[in-house]
């Protein structure tokens, strides 16, 4: 028993890692275009910003599809049926396309109105164009690259995706300082990341097409089947619907934010952005426990499943103390290397030394809503997301914060409780064991 632990814990680590360095490469990939837009101007990082906001919410529909993606082709690999387990892939790469074009057509014929309701003004709007029409109307790219990584992950291969999307990034930098170099501006910055996009999506492909000699994609994997289209949607779409909640209802939150005053949503923003690398490790073992679980479930082998969550689990949570108690200890050094206005300093460190406590929570929403999705139990967690960031995160989060006037403290109470709830519901509905009895 020791020994199958012993082992499941290797093969969780080795599937994990490859996750989390590609999450740390694409948060960094998400950088770079900001990082060289601050070299033109401020209005130009204002246009990028906007672009990605709103790819955040496209992202939604992509996530979708690859979710549901990795739950059916895992338990299909996992029964050993290849023949199917191909079709699914090609028929997730079809649904795929259609869905990166529709989004691109959207992109290319409202991309005005779009931009002037995400907040764009006219002195934004001439860096916000241009960029937003070379990223956002190729978005099959992207959307294809979410896919294929899926797939690759769904059989157990977590390295290729991040060497395409450590390569990705690598490409993505050299020519950001090539194009600046020439004077192209955001269009450069745009050229730049569509084309290390396309590049990592083709490397993906390649590797689908040559991973074994039971694993590939032929012409017969993309004639269209209704029934496994159906089942990726099933899926797929409570997922979608899910990350659609919590973007909208992000941006509504930060308009909250703003309203308590400039210092706060700074501080809010700065807290935002040092908390979402603690995310990067729990993402990685869920990711992982979301294949291992289909696998499993493929096998027949419900305590297997069981047994992987729980390692899961247990190894985030070892990670998220740990940044928990970096977040109590270096409060004050963390929010300097943002900001050197002490008010905003000191508020920044008030927010990381609370959230520090509620670590473990955040891994048991990471890990357990993962091991749901990939046992096709997608429903429960989009339930439990709508409830957490509409009713507790805004509504409570605007009584605590407006209301009460515990200002940015009441907002972050709000999402401490959150993760709280979220992580007892997940639980409580991981535990009755109804994703046992899901078929897809």
């Known amino acids: 028993m020791k020994r199958l632990k012993k082992e499941e814990i290797l093969t969780i680590l080795s599937l994990s890692f490859p996750i989390i360095i590609e999450n740390i490469l694409q ?25 990605n906001i709103i790819m955040n919410i496209f992202i939604s529909f992509f996530t979708a599809i690859s979710i549901g993606t990795t739950a059916v082709v895992s338990r299909n690999y996992g029964k050993q049926d290849y023949k199917k387990t191909n079709q699914i892939m090609g028929q997730s790469i079809l649904v795929s396309i259609i869905i990166g074009l529709l989004v691109g057509l959207i992109c290319l014929f409202f991309y005005r109105p779009i931009l002037y309701v995400s907040g764009a003004d006219d002195s934004v709007l001439k860096f916000a164009i241009p960029y937003y029409l070379i990223v956002a109307v ?3 790219f992207l959307c294809l690259q979410l896919v294929l990584s899926s797939c690759l992950r769904a059989i157990k291969d977590t ?6 999307t450590g390569f990705s990034n690598i490409l993505n930098i050299l020519l950001d300082m090539l194009f600046i170099n020439l004077g192209m501006g955001v269009i450069g910055l745009a050229l730049a990341t569509t084309i290390s996009r396309i590049v990592g999506m083709f490397i993906l492909l390649f590797k689908l097409q040559h991973p074994d000699n039971r694993i590939y994609l032929s012409k017969n994997s993309f004639i269209i089947n209704k029934e496994i289209i159906s089942s990726l949607l099933f899926i797929g779409l409570p997922a979608g619907i899910e990350k659609i909640i919590m973007r909208v209802g992000q941006l509504i939150y930060n308009n909250m934010i703003i309203s308590i005053g400039v210092s706060a949503y700074v501080a809010h ?7 979402s690398y603690a995310y990067i490790p729990a993402m990685g073992f869920g990711l992982a426990i979301s294949t291992l ?10 305590k297997q499943a069981t047994c992987s969550t729980w390692i899961g689990y247990f190894l985030a949570c070892v990670c998220m103390v740990i940044i928990g108690l970096i977040f109590y200890i270096f409060a004050m050094p963390l929010a300097s290397i943002f900001t050197s206005t002490k008010e905003v300093q000191f508020l920044v460190a008030d927010v990381l030394r609370l959230i520090a406590f509620f ?3 955040s891994a048991l929403v990471q890990v357990i809503t993962s091991a ?10 989009m339930y439990s997301t709508f409830l957490g960031i509409w009713g507790i995160r805004l509504g409570l989060g605007y009584f605590l914060a407006i209301t009460l006037n515990y200002g940015l403290k009441g907002v972050w109470y709000a999402y401490a409780l959150d993760l709280t709830i979220r992580g007892i519901l997940l639980l409580i509905r991981f535990n009755r064991g109804k994703w046992k009895t899901i078929t897809i």
């Open 27 to 51: 948060t960094l990939l998400g950088t770079t275009d900001t990082y060289f837009a601050g070299k033109l101007a401020d209005n130009a990082i204002a246009g990028i910003s906007i672009t």
């Open 138 to 140: 190729p978005s099959v």
């Open 159 to 164: 390295k290729t995706p991040m060497y395409a």
């Open 269 to 275: 923003n700065i807290a935002g952005t040092i908390e």
């Open 293 to 302: 679980i289909g696998i499993s479930i493929g096998e027949n082998n419900f």
């Open 359 to 361: 670590q473990p929570f």
């Open 372 to 381: 749901l999705q990939g046992a096709g139990d997608t429903k429960f967690p």
